[in-house]
């Protein structure tokens, strides 16, 4: 079933994201293994980092999730967990965790429902389209479950026990993510 979004192409710009101090929108998900993750579940043993990623073909996606996992007992000891999602295929998702070293859970986000939710959802312009499909092999038709070719913008939100967004980064550059500093500094 497509949503509004779905079948709206939106620019980078049009993508806000959720703010802090709203309530996360809660979700059930599917891990590389079809493992089902329930957002709402998880938040009952503490703080959830939600990571969202473009791809297994997105260099900057597999260092990010790489430093991450080289520095998630830090994450891990304050009592968080740390969840990364994609428009990724579960197949896909295995690939991203051999890339990057992710021992933490990646999800499959299906139709972009969960990025759509925290209003994080974008198509990219062609030349873009273009790098990302054929430079960069990521194959978007191919390894999303729609033909949309829509990604999320690498966004981090920190979901607190309540449910409630304490602490995000969002930048429409992909370039520029979340630090393992300002994720420790911002648990609940």
């Known amino acids: ?41 998880a938040i009952k043993n503490g703080p959830v980092v939600l990571i969202f990623y473009r791809g297994f073909w997105c260099p900057y996606c597999n260092k990010h999730l790489a430093h991450l996992q080289e520095n998630l007992k830090q994450i891990t000891e304050k009592g968080a967990s740390v969840i990364a999602i994609s428009p990724e295929k579960p197949e896909y998702l295995e690939k991203m965790a051999r890339k990057s070293g992710a021992g933490f859970t990646l999800l499959y986000d299906e139709g972009n429902k969960i990025s759509d939710a925290y209003d994080v959802t974008f198509t990219p312009a062609s030349v873009d389209l273009f790098v990302y499909n054929y430079v960069l092999n990521g194959r978007l038709k191919q390894t999303h479950s729609d033909d949309s070719q829509r990604l999320p913008i ?13 602490w995000r980064q969002f930048d429409r550059d992909y370039k520029k993510r979340s630090t393992v500093k300002d994720i420790i500094s911002n648990l609940p």
């Open 154 to 166: 690498p966004a981090t939100y920190i979901i607190d026990i309540e449910g409630t967004i304490v």
């Open 1 to 41: 079933m497509k949503t509004l979004n779905a079948q709206k192409k939106r620019t980078v710009i049009e993508a806000k994201g959720l703010s802090v101090g709203a309530k996360a929108p809660t979700f059930s998900a599917p891990d590389a293994g079809l493992n089902i993750f329930s957002l709402e579940e």
